[in-house]
């Protein structure tokens, strides 16, 4: 994520020095964009979009490994004989978005847990 942010900064503050380079030629009463200038930027713009690409595959299986990873934790918290095993499942889910996006994968006292920690 960090890496996106440095790359679309970088990216913008080039896009940024082009358009003043565009304005600076056109008031010296040249083109304010020549051939290879475009060349440049359209081989920059295809670049940036693979790039894009990249990024967010990348963060979509991070995603994906952090919510399964999470959510067999869990899964695991809640088959514990210790108590405060099962009240750190509680604290980690307070808000069930976990159990709601796993439904029924999570069994025990993480289901019911609005009417009993104990199973």
């Not at 030629?25 to 894009?52: A, H, I, N, P």
């Not at 889910?93 to 996006?101: A, G, I, L, R, V």
Request: charged fraction near 30%.
């Amino acid at each position: 994520l960090i890496w996106f942010c440095l790359y679309t900064k970088q990216w913008y503050q080039r896009r940024v020095r082009g358009q003043e380079d565009i304005k600076i030629k056109t008031k010296q009463g040249g083109w304010g964009v020549e051939e290879k200038d475009e060349t440049r930027m359209t081989q920059e713009d295809t670049d940036f979009k693979t790039q894009l690409k990249a990024i967010s595959k990348q963060l979509t299986y991070t995603h994906k490994t952090f919510s399964d990873s999470l959510g067999e934790f869990l899964v695991a918290l809640t088959s514990e004989a210790d108590d405060s095993m099962k009240f750190l499942s509680l604290r980690i889910d307070f808000n069930e978005h976990y159990k709601q996006k796993h439904g029924n994968n999570f069994n025990g006292p993480y289901i019911n847990r609005t009417k009993s920690v104990v199973a």
